[in-house]
């Protein structure tokens, strides 16, 4: 089963993604790395960042299903 794979630090921004991570946000690794995901998706990215928190709080790592929308999507819904 293929992963999307994807690190970020605490200020919110992408520091290593996979290549299935980027393609399912609708770019290449290089459009993701080292942008805050404020920047990328603004909608969404106070949940994904209070997520992460917590997840670094207790230092243990978890499997999240999140829906994202595409950078390149006009869509709103997720």
């Known amino acids: 089963m293929p992963y999307k794979i994807v690190f970020k ?3 919110n921004a992408f520091l290593r993604l996979n290549n ?3 393609q399912s946000l609708g770019g290449m690794v290089p459009d993701f790395e080292g942008k805050n995901l404020y920047n990328l998706f603004p909608q969404w990215a106070k ?3 209070e997520d992460d928190l917590e997840i ?3 230092n243990n ?3 999240i299903d999140e829906g994202i929308i ?3 999507s006009k869509s709103k819904k997720l």
């Open 9 to 11: 630090d605490e200020n």
């Open 20 to 22: 299935l991570a980027a």
């Open 47 to 49: 949940k994904y960042h």
């Open 56 to 58: 670094l709080k207790f």
């Open 61 to 63: 790592s978890i499997n």
């Open 70 to 72: 595409p950078i390149n």
